[in-house]
């Protein structure tokens, strides 16, 4: 394979954001999959958001499994930490790695192949263990890199492109964290950059699981009449539930909003989701309700976008497990073996 390295000359007049960094700064190496596939999309929201955000790269921990998607995060944020893991098995390598270093902040980077089928089960834990951490599931329906066989998201019906329909039923990846106890559940569409990169921006901002589910068209086995994972099909059938703009608590934005179209939802680290609604009555604090609505759109053939499901007073796993607040990686052999007496006293509460 013939390797393009991008050019590191920057132009002066790039804008910089507060840490003194331009977009080109979160880039990575070119990218190798098909032109016109929806996961570049979704990098370059990741960028996009993490350049708007002010996150230093060097903060950023990225993992992934094995798939076209798990091939992105070579492609954003270069000079972030990165570990591709084997197959399904992101999930617990990134438990381990936050256990270990609670102040990095985590992506998740996975496909349907990737957490829908052989890598389920990690999918489940991590999602109701509330590992703080933005898990992006990059959904196109079909194994694009062994010549696109149904995934296990691939709705009961859709046709392949060799006309092959499939006749099992889908793993609803979004039902699925919801059941599970994520405390933010989003879905968005690569096509629709104005409605994923603030969801990215949520989600960053957001403490303990966050989950986003990007339907991303695969272009050479999944874009044709007959796919519910096509561009036309998700365009003509897409009903956002809001629109989203995330605004951080510790900047003045003058907002133009219509009395009634706002619900606000206050996060841990004080930044606001300042939600406008496109349905009333439509409540992203309800759990049960976001539940219900899902499933009755998706019977209707629908595919429903937007900020589903967030919890404002979420806990992750370090709270849960009551762990100290410096790093794991950063505590002394004498706090992490405090000798065979404390063990003794630990050994005894148990029996």
Aim: charge should be neutral; aromatic fraction near 6%.
């Amino acid at each position: 394979m013939t390797y393009i390295a991008k050019p590191k000359l920057h132009h002066p007049s790039l804008i910089q954001n507060k840490v003194c960094r331009t977009r080109r700064d979160y880039e990575g190496k070119i990218s190798t999959l098909c032109a016109g596939c929806g996961h570049d999309s979704i990098s370059a929201a990741i960028i996009q958001a993490c350049w708007e955000m002010d996150v230093e790269p060097h903060r950023v921990a990225k993992l992934s499994g094995i798939g076209c998607s798990s091939k992105t995060p070579d492609y954003f944020l270069g000079n972030s930490h990165g570990f591709n893991t084997v197959h399904g098995r992101m999930p617990s390598v990134l438990t381990g790695a936050n256990l270990a270093n609670r102040e990095l902040l985590y992506l998740g980077v996975s496909g349907d192949g990737d957490s829908a089928s052989i890598g389920i089960g990690q999918f489940v834990h991590v999602m109701r263990r509330g590992v703080d951490m933005v898990y992006i599931v990059e959904n196109n329906g079909v194994y694009g890199l062994t010549k696109g066989q149904f995934s296990a998201t691939a709705d009961q019906g859709s046709t392949s492109k060799k006309g092959v329909v499939n006749a099992d039923s889908p793993i609803d990846m979004v039902g699925l964290a919801l059941q599970l106890g994520a405390t933010f559940v989003a879905r968005s569409f690569s096509g629709d950059k104005e409605q994923l990169v603030p969801l990215i921006k949520a989600a960053i901002g957001h403490r303990g699981a966050a989950f986003l589910d990007v339907i991303s068209p695969c272009v050479a086995f999944n874009n044709h009449p007959g796919s519910t994972k096509s561009y036309d099909y998700v365009r003509e059938h897409n009903e956002a539930v809001n629109r989203i703009d995330v605004i951080p608590a510790r900047e003045e934005i003058v907002v133009d909003y219509a009395p009634g179209e706002l619900l606000e939802v206050a996060q841990h680290d004080g930044s606001i989701l300042r939600l406008r609604k496109l349905q009333p009555g439509y409540d992203p604090s309800d759990r049960i309700a976001a539940m219900n609505f899902v499933q009755e759109r998706q019977a209707a053939g629908e595919v429903v976008t937007g900020l589903l499901y967030v919890d404002p007073a979420a806990a992750d796993l370090h709270r849960h497990l009551n762990t100290a607040d410096e790093a794991f990686n950063r505590l002394g052999a004498d706090r992490l073996c405090p000798g065979a007496e404390v063990l003794a006293k630990i050994n005894a509460s148990l029996r």
